[in-house]
Each structure stands twice: as structure tokens, then as C-alpha cells.
């Protein structure tokens, strides 16, 4: 059986009595869009954070969207975040009408190099957008000073990193508002889509909920526009309470996979040759996936496939190389690290279910094909 970077069954068998008690406990309230069952995740996904208000919304890219929206962002202006992400962080500034701007990443841990924000800002610069790649977070104590002192908004996108600490601090915490997503593969995955914005301020909150909800505060009457039709879905926001519950455990599970593996493959560790995973001063990383490097990924990907392991690259294309974002004007070498990185970057398995005999199957096959190379 093929052994893949990512599945759920595993976890959903082991916990279907539970899943399905919450599909039916929703089909059985007699309210199935925006009823208790979000209104009670929003409440325990904001006190997990120990934030004020989340709002729920229907996947990770409009969370990211309607957040920037809530806190103003629009037409005419920038927003600097990095090409180093997945593409919906970059599909979601475009879609406010603003511009997306880059900054370069860190090689040793593939996130945003705070050192050239400085002199991306512009007098249209309004938002800064650090993304938590991969279950780390970005530094952001120079990252929050250079946003005061120019007044910018900060929105984390949070979608790789529920539950990740930085200097004691969990992800989505630390900006102006904090964009989520649910996507089944995520550290905490729904049945299907879902998203949410985390906010300490009660009028982003405000606005938000009617961005969700057509631009509607009161049934029938728009007060704001652009709006959307952007709710969290009752039944996935009924399974995903539960799986809160279990959140910390998931991600204690993560860990040790990680730990087995960076244990298990050290040796083979060489500079231009395998790189596995830094986790950089002050991070608990939650491993929502486990990237390594080599500069011969493709050849090792594929004989892999030998093995029947399929691994995954997160991810092949920098944004700004792709064509749908020509437009933004990056020619290729405009941002050299990261172009190095989506040549020499892979996945290996990681989920919380991987069973055991799996993730040695991995790790022993992975030494075979290192060695032949
Ligand atoms: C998954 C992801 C998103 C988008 O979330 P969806 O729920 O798939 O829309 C945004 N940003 C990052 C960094 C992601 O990994």
C-alpha cells in the first residue's frame, strides 16, 4: 500500500463515533447555518488563544482576505508578505485589490526575513503579512516594532501553525488578527473546508462578521462592501470542537514523529547535501509538515516512488514566478533564496496517524536511495 505524505483515514477510524455524533448532533439542532455549533468554536478557538473574538469563515483564503478587508486594507494599497508560502496567502492580498510586495527568505528555516522589511515599505504600504510556514513562526519582535513605528496593520497567516509557541507565545496572538485555515490536511483539519480570523479588537471583529455575512450586521441590510458569502460550515465547525479538544495531542504526536525522524536520518545530514528541519531561537514548532532539502530532490522523489512512498513538495513555484502573477512584475532572481529553496525542497509523511512501521518504512528507504544517489 502506498505510503503517502498526508492521509486521514487512519484518524478517522479511530475516531468516528465521535465525527459522526457531530455531523448528527447538527442535522438534529434544527439550525444549520450559523447556530450554536459556530458560535461555540469561534468561543473556544478564540479562549485556546486567549484572544477576544474569532469569527468562523468558510476556508483559510478568505480568511485571510476579509481579515485584511476588517482591518482596511483595499485598492491602492501594499502588502508586503514573502513568495515562500503557499499560493492562497498571495491569491487572498490580490483579491482585496491590493498589492502584493516580497521580501526574501531565511535559508536556514525558510521564513520571512525580517531584516528587508525596512526598505520594502512604501508610503502605500499598508499591511504587513508574515506567514508561519511549514509550524513555525516568523521572528516577529522586529517585525512588530517596524509595524508600530510605521503604523502598519499586522495580519499572521496561521494556516501551517495552530498551536505553534513563539518565546511562549502561541501563533495568532501576536498581530492585529490572525488568519486560520481548516483544510483537512492542516494541524487542525476539518471534514472539508473551513477558516477562521482571530482579532483582539472588537470593531476588526465586527467588521468581519458582516464581511462573512453578504456586508449584512442586520438580516437583509448591507452596511458594508465589498461583502461575501463566507460562513463556517455548522458541521464542520461541530467536528472541529472536538477535534480542539485533541489539538495538543495531535501536535505531541507531530513532534515525536519529527524527532524520530531528524533522530533517525542525522547522520546523513551534510551541508549541500540532506538538510533536515532547524527550528530557530524561541519556536515550538508543530510540524504541520516535515521538509527536508537536497539538491538532487527530484531524482530522490523519484525513486521513492520504487518504495511506494509519494512525497510532496511544499512547494515547487515561488508565487512570484507563476504566471497568474506576472503581473506584479518579479523577474526570476528577484528573490534568490527562495528560488534556491522550491528547487531543493520535500515532504516526508507526517500526520499524528502515521503508524510506526510506517514512518521506519520511510526513514530506512530514504537511507537506501541517499546512499545509491
Ligand atoms: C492552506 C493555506 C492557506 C489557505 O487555506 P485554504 O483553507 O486552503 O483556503 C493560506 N495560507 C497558507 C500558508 C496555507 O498553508
Known amino acids: 500500500m502506498t505510503i503517502r505524505v498526508w492521509d486521514y483515514l487512519p ?3 479511530s475516531e468516528r463515533d465521535e465525527v459522526l455524533a457531530a455531523v448528527s448532533k447538527v442535522f438534529e439542532s434544527g ?4 447556530g450554536p455549533s459556530v458560535a461555540g468554536f469561534e468561543r473556544e478557538f478564540a479562549a485556546y488563544h486567549e484572544v477576544a473574538h474569532c469569527t ?6 478568505n480568511a485571510v482576505k476579509l481579515a485584511l478587508q476588517a482591518l482596511g486594507v483595499g485598492p491602492g494599497d501594499e502588502v508586503i508578505t514573502v513568495s515562500n508560502t503557499a499560493a492562497p496567502t498571495v491569491v487572498a492580498i490580490d483579491g482585496t485589490g491590493a498589492k502584493p510586495v516580497f521580501v526574501d527568505v531565511r535559508e536556514e528555516d525558510f521564513l ?5 522589511l525596512a526598505a520594502a515599505i512604501t508610503p502605500r504600504t499598508r499591511a504587513l503579512v508574515p506567514v508561519h510556514l511549514y509550524g513555525q513562526c516568523v521572528d516577529m519582535t522586529p517585525l512588530l516594532a517596524l509595524a508600530a513605528e510605521h503604523g502598519l496593520a499586522v495580519l499572521e497567516d496561521c494556516a501551517q501553525a495552530h498551536g505553534a509557541l513563539h518565546h511562549g507565545r502561541l501563533a495568532g496572538s ?3 488578527a490572525a488568519a486560520f485555515s481548516f483544510y483537512p490536511t492542516k494541524v487542525l483539519g476539518a471534514y472539508g473546508d473551513g477558516g477562521a480570523v482571530l482579532t483582539g479588537d472588537e470593531q476588526t471583529d465586527r ?3 458582516r464581511l462573512r455575512y453578504y456586508g449584512m450586521e442586520e438580516r437583509y441590510f448591507v452596511e458594508q462592501t465589498p461583502g461575501h458569502n463566507s460562513r463556517l460550515d455548522e458541521v464542520q465547525a461541530e467536528i472541529l470542537r472536538g477535534k480542539l479538544r485533541r489539538m495538543d495531542s495531535y501536535i505531541k504526536g507531530r513532534r515525536e514523529i519529527a524527532q524520530r525522524y531528524s533522530e533517525e536520518l542525522g ?4 551541508p549541500g547535501g540532506l538538510v533536515l528541519p532547524s527550528v530557530s531561537p524561541g519556536n515550538e514548532h508543530v510540524y504541520y509538515v516535515y521538509v527536508v532539502r537536497h539538491p538532487r530532490r527530484d531524482e530522490i522523489i523519484e525513486r521513492l516512488r520504487a518504495y511506494d512512498i509519494s512525497l510532496n513538495i511544499s512547494y515547487p513555484w515561488p508565487v512570484h514566478t507563476m504566471t497568474g502573477f506576472e503581473h506584479l512584475g518579479y523577474p526570476q532572481g528577484a528573490l534568490p533564496v527562495t528560488e534556491k529553496l522550491a528547487g531543493e525542497v520535500f515532504s516526508l509523511p507526517m500526520y499524528p496517524s502515521l503508524p510506526p512501521d510506517r514512518q521506519e518504512t520511510v526513514i530506512r528507504a530514504l537511507r537506501e536511495v541517499l546512499a545509491g544517489l
Open 31 to 34: 439550525q444549520l447555518v450559523l
Open 11 to 13: 484518524e478517522y477510524h
Open 112 to 116: 520571512m526575513d525580517t531584516t528587508q
Open 207 to 209: 467588521n468581519l462578521r
Open 174 to 176: 501576536m498581530g492585529d
Open 267 to 270: 547522520d546523513l545530514a551534510e
Open 56 to 61: 468562523g469563515v468558510d476556508n483559510g483564503t
